[in-house]
């Protein structure tokens, strides 16, 4: 129950900063998307900070979750951010749900629900070698980068889909990394955790794919880039947690068909709700940096 309600915590908080961050960046110069210098653009946004701290809450939470539950288990849980998003989208445009709006509700609802009963995730398999661990890594970090140089030169609304698409596929690998890594630490403390490759490369792809996500969002309205950043992320990760860390679900037929079903609901309403008129629109011309919109 305790990994339940902080995956959900999880969720909420980035489903909030993904929003505010998003009506930040559509005022960002459209020449500094995939550039670092996007975040120092960034940074002198109020309402862009508010929502950074809303997503390292997010990202605690979650963290903490990955260290007492598996990856299969909590990542179809913070796929649930884009309800919480929908919901603050909601209060400000004062746009009605309707039947698109309520169906993408039950159906990530009822998918992730569907997973995590017919899947029941768990641990106590045994953890991959290194040629496996390396190859899933490889093959995870290798998509992501060839989705962000295709992304490159199409039209804005297509990069964006893309540019989050990549970075959900490296958030889910942060994810399983930050499983490691809490495991580090519960095993020989704060000094083993340090002398492991992993919490730098939790680090790194953190900042990368904080930039892939802001260029996103700075490319084009949310509703672009949150449906695909919102469902990649929990795809790599359970790929990621039955890939290399040991993580278990239920393989009988039946398990396995409702487990399938689940997903592609999850996928299906994480789609009606990132199109629903609710979720902003950006703005309509490009506004000082310094500008403070969080309403």
């Avoid at 919480?84 to 039947?99: I, N």
């Avoid at 990530?108 to 991959?128: E, K, N, Y």
Wanted: proline share 4%; aromatic share 6%; hydrophobic share 55%.
């Amino acid at each position: 129950m305790a990994v339940f309600l902080l995956g959900l915590g999880a969720a909420c908080c980035l489903g909030l900063g993904f929003v505010l961050q998003q009506r930040a960046a559509a005022r960002a110069p459209r020449a500094d998307i995939l550039s670092f210098r996007l975040l120092l653009d960034l940074i002198r946004m109020p309402d862009w900070l508010l929502g950074v701290g809303f997503q390292v809450a997010g990202q605690v939470l979650s963290a903490i979750a990955l260290a007492y539950g598996e990856v299969s288990l909590v990542e179809p849980l913070t796929a649930t951010n884009l309800l919480f998003a929908m919901a603050l989208s909601r209060w400000l445009t004062r746009q009605p749900l309707g039947w698109s709006g309520w169906g993408g509700v039950a159906l990530l609802a009822l998918g992730v629900t569907s997973f995590i009963v017919a899947g029941r995730p768990h641990g106590g398999g045994q953890d991959a070698g290194a040629l496996r661990h390396w190859l899933v890594f490889g093959i995870v970090a290798g998509l992501a980068l060839l989705v962000t140089l295709f992304a490159k030169g199409l039209p804005a609304s297509s990069e964006a889909t893309l540019l989050a698409l990549a970075a959900g596929l490296l958030y889910g690998l942060q994810d399983a990394l930050t499983r490691i890594c809490g495991s580090l630490v519960k095993d020989g403390g704060i000094t083993h955790l340090l002398v492991n490759w992993q919490p730098y490369a939790v680090l790194g792809i953190g900042v990368i794919g904080m930039v892939l996500v802001q260029s996103a969002f700075e490319a084009a309205p949310l509703r672009m880039s949150l449906p695909a950043l919102t469902a990649a992320q929990p795809l790599a990760g359970i790929a990621c947690g039955i890939g290399f860390l040991g993580d278990q679900i239920r393989v009988t037929p039946l398990a396995l068909a409702f487990q399938a079903l689940g997903l592609v609901a999850v996928v299906a309403g994480v789609l009606l709700l990132g199109r629903h008129p609710a979720m902003p629109q950006g703005t309509s011309k490009r506004e000082s940096l310094g500008a403070t919109r969080i309403l």
